[in-house]
């Protein structure tokens, strides 16, 4: 019996990782302008926050069906956030100092 459950949980871990690989997205990759935005000021981080969350939104749409595409959108909306927070954090010394 414990060799049939080795087996049967063997087959099952080997059909998860192909469904987790066949629902991978292709990359997504979108420009968000901030330009006329200072961002040294709270008011113009948090518009460009609203453009990224805009963008995110239009680019994360998934083709995949019922609670899958759900969770797949939420994923890569919060990839796009996490990556944009990087970028942002890049900018800001250097609109800061354009700002001056």
Not at 3 to 16: E, G, Y
Not at 40 to 60: M, W
Not at 69 to 77: G, H, M, Q, T
Not at 79 to 88: F, L
Request: net charge positive; aromatic share 2%; charged share 25%.
């Amino acid at each position: 019996m414990t060799i049939r459950f080795i087996a049967l949980a063997a087959s099952a871990a080997a059909c998860l990782s192909s469904v987790a690989h066949a629902e991978e997205r292709e990359p997504v990759s979108v420009r968000v302008s901030y330009a006329g935005l200072n961002l040294a000021s709270v008011e113009g981080r948090r518009i460009l926050d609203a453009r990224i969350d805009r963008a995110a939104l239009h680019a994360c749409q998934s083709r995949i069906m019922g609670l899958r595409r759900l969770n797949d959108e939420r994923r890569c909306r919060n990839e796009m956030r996490s990556d944009a927070q990087v970028r942002m954090a890049q900018l800001t010394p250097v609109a800061v100092a354009s700002a001056r």
